[in-house]
Structure formats: structure tokens, C-alpha cells
């Protein structure tokens, strides 16, 4: 039986289910969460018996393509995280002519669920103006579902077709308003500069408005705010317990590779934020480092050089080396964006900077931690089909806060 004020979602292309698990914080229960991949099927099903949020999702293993979305209809929220690659910044840039291209299931699939909200999250690529008139085709196709594309039809004729509609009709009734949003998750508390595009359509008889839902997105942490905390009051270092680097006169040679004392133009950029009528208000706190997350509240043991049952999936990958370009992320700044990485990965994404000046990749449990998946989340599979599941998830936190925006309206 449904309980009252219950939520309801369904979700597409679900992965490892880092967008589902901060759905499933924000208080929806999902009916379906479905994945074509067979190991990151084999990571929902294994840790549906360790992660608690996960114990009811029903996971189904199979082809968005072919799936009966009919048996959800009228859930609150459809999510998807559609695959990123065809609109990557690193990838190839095909696009709408990638075959990994899966928005057109995604609308497919609204058109048959009729929730009250769309949620659909991808990369920050989908923004560049090469791929700008397919965007534009994806969010007209969400305020009209009804008006299917034709047997072989083209998009662009579709959306010609669609345009017509809107000028001499409207939005037809059962359509969407649509509003896209680009987000660091560094802004939302996450350890990871990592920006995504969300794309949030609501069905027009809620009479929701873009401009109610933007203020439930406004940024809670600040680099701004870790700026001052590490280099004028300090209060950083104190957290970790480590000296003031300002305050040391001779650094010790292990802490010699610390974050050295700010460029002219960062001190000029501090006398400005001190000088600001509005700094320190309390109205955002500083970003969250990698270690923040990894050696805060609640540290991470040093990983092992083999697999240790005791913690899963951390312990060391061999063969991490530095090089111009390369240099890892470092322990006092939000790691870079973490990646799936299937033939390497050229920023040094995925490696972290050692107080030595040494470099290691990041294990699998580092990596999970700064995705915000929980400790007792255990990935199956072997250490590149593990790191792409983890590169190609949405950080939870990030998901939260969107959902509980999306719940709040709702």
C-alpha cells in the first residue's frame, strides 16, 4: 500500500546508481531502476543486501529500448542519467550521431509514464554551441511529448514540426515547462569539482515555473569561503591538526609539497573578500577537499597493496606516474573530475598528489567516498569496469539536492 505523501520514481540508464541513491535520500521510493550493463547490474544487486537505501529498489536488468515503461504510469519522477559520451568534452563530440545517444528513449519514455516531473542529468559538453540546436530539439520534444517523430523522419524536420505546433497552438495540454541548470557539485558540498547539466521539466498543470525552482539550487559552499579558511583565519589547518603554513618559518621537508602561501593574486583576492560587507555571513561554507573526505571525521585506513576483505575495493593500482598536464589533484582542493577512463585518462583525474610529490591512483573506495557513495558500498568487478561505474555516476550529494528541490515543489 502507497503511504501517504509517498514519492515515486522510475529510473533510466541507472548505472552504479549514484543519481538514484541521493533520489532515494531525497524520499522517493523507486518502482523501477533499470540498467542494461551487466556488472553494474551485479553492483545494484550485490549491495541491495549492504546499503539500506538499496534494499527494495527493484532492479532490472535489461534494454530501455524494449522496456515496458506502461506499468509505471503517473510515478512522480522519471530520472535518467543518460550516457555522457556522445557530448563529452573528452570524447569524440558526435552527438546526436553517436549511437550511445539515448535521449530520444528518455522522451520516449516521459511520453508514456506522464510523470509530474523530468529529471535528466549529463555533461557539461551538452552546452557547447555545436551541440546547441539538438538541446534545443530535446527540450521542445519535452514540452510536447504527444507530437511523435515520423518513420524515418529526421530531428531537424521533427523540430520544424514541433516549432509549427508551438507558434500556432501552444504547449499542448500534458506538456512540459523545461528549465537546464549547470551545477558544480563542488558548490553543493561534494569533494570534487565536477560540473553537470540537469535538465528538469515539470508537467504544466502543476504550474510550476522555472523561477520557483532556481532558488532551491542556490550554492551552499564556496571556494571563496576555503580560500579564507586556509590562508586568513587558518581554520582549515586546525581542522586537520596540521600546522599554519603561514606560520611556519622552516616547513619541514615532509610537508615541503604542502599547498605553498598564496600568489600576489590570490592575496589580493583575499583582501577583497575581507574587505566584502557581505563575506562570512554564513550563507555558504567553504568547499570540501580530498581530505575532507578522506582523511576527516571519519578517515579511510591507508590503503592496502592487496585486496583486504576488511575494507573493499581499496587498495592500490600500480603505475600512476606524473608528467606535465598530468599532476593529479592535490589533498587541500576538490579532486578534479573523476572519469570512466576506459583507455587512460590524460588530466590525471583519477590520481592523487602525495605529500612527497609522488603520485598513486586513487582506489576504488577513495574514488567511491568522493562520489559520496557509502563505505559499505562494495563494486563489482575489475579495477577499470570498477572506476568506470564510479566515472560515469553522478556524485550523490549532487543528486540529493536536486531531488530535494524537485520533492519540495512537489
Not at 136 to 148: F, I, K, M
Not at 229 to 257: F, N, T, V
Not at 276 to 303: C, H, Q, S, Y
Request: hydrophobic share 35%; net charge positive; aromatic share 8%.
Amino acid at each position: 500500500m502507497r503511504r501517504k505523501h509517498e514519492l515515486t520514481s522510475v529510473e533510466l540508464f541507472t548505472g552504479a546508481g549514484g543519481l538514484a541513491l541521493g533520489i532515494s535520500e531525497a524520499g522517493f521510493r523507486h518502482k523501477a531502476v533499470v540498467e542494461l550493463d551487466t556488472r553494474a547490474c551485479d553492483s545494484l544487486r550485490e549491495n541491495k543486501t549492504r546499503v539500506a537505501l538499496m534494499r527494495d529498489w527493484p532492479v532490472h536488468e535489461a534494454d530501455a529500448r524494449t522496456f515496458d515503461f506502461a506499468r509505471f504510469s503517473g510515478v512522480d519522477l522519471c530520472a535518467a542519467g543518460t550516457p555522457c559520451q556522445p557530448f563529452s568534452l573528452g570524447g569524440k563530440h558526435r552527438g546526436d550521431d553517436d549511437e550511445r545517444n539515448l535521449f530520444p528513449i528518455v522522451l520516449d519514455a516521459v511520453r508514456v509514464i506522464r510523470p509530474k516531473v523530468v529529471l535528466i542529468e549529463n555533461v557539461k559538453g551538452l552546452l557547447r554551441s555545436s551541440f546547441s540546436d539538438y538541446l534545443s530539439y530535446v527540450l521542445l520534444r519535452l514540452s510536447n511529448p504527444d507530437l511523435l517523430i515520423r518513420r524515418r523522419e529526421q530531428w531537424q524536420d521533427h523540430m520544424s514540426r514541433l516549432s509549427t505546433r508551438l507558434r500556432r497552438s501552444g504547449i499542448a495540454d500534458g506538456g512540459y515547462t523545461v528549465g537546464t541548470f549547470l551545477l558544480n557539485a563542488a558548490d553543493f558540498g561534494v569533494p570534487q569539482r565536477r560540473e553537470r547539466v540537469f535538465i528538469v521539466a515539470w508537467r504544466r498543470d502543476l504550474q510550476i515555473r522555472r523561477e520557483d525552482f532556481a532558488p532551491l539550487l542556490a550554492r551552499t559552499h564556496s571556494s571563496d569561503m576555503l580560500l579564507f579558511a586556509k590562508w586568513a583565519d587558518g581554520s582549515y589547518w586546525r581542522d586537520h591538526h596540521m600546522r599554519d603554513p603561514l606560520k611556519q618559518r622552516a616547513r619541514p621537508a615532509r610537508e615541503s609539497l604542502l599547498e605553498q602561501p598564496p600568489s600576489k593574486w590570490t592575496q589580493n583576492r583575499l583582501r577583497r573578500l575581507r574587505s566584502a560587507a557581505t563575506f562570512l555571513t554564513g550563507e555558504t561554507r567553504r568547499w570540501r577537499t580530498v581530505r575532507d573526505a578522506l582523511k576527516g571525521d571519519d578517515p579511510l585506513p591507508e590503503p592496502s597493496e592487496h585486496a583486504d576483505n576488511s575494507m573493499p575495493n581499496h587498495w592500490i593500482n600500480p603505475g600512476a606516474r606524473a608528467y606535465t598536464g598530468h599532476s593529479g589533484s592535490p589533498w587541500d582542493e576538490p579532486a578534479k573530475t573523476l572519469k570512466a577512463g576506459d583507455h587512460g585518462v590524460p588530466g590525471g583525474e583519477n590520481i592523487l598528489k602525495l605529500e612527497d610529490g609522488s603520485v598513486r591512483y586513487f582506489t576504488i573506495r577513495e574514488a567511491a567516498r568522493l562520489q559520496g557513495f557509502p563505505d559499505e558500498y562494495v563494486f563489482q568487478g575489475a579495477w577499470t569496469r570498477a572506476f568506470r561505474q564510479i566515472g560515469n555516476s553522478v556524485p550523490v550529494g549532487l543528486s540529493r539536492i536536486v531531488a530535494q528541490a524537485v520533492a519540495k515543489l512537489l
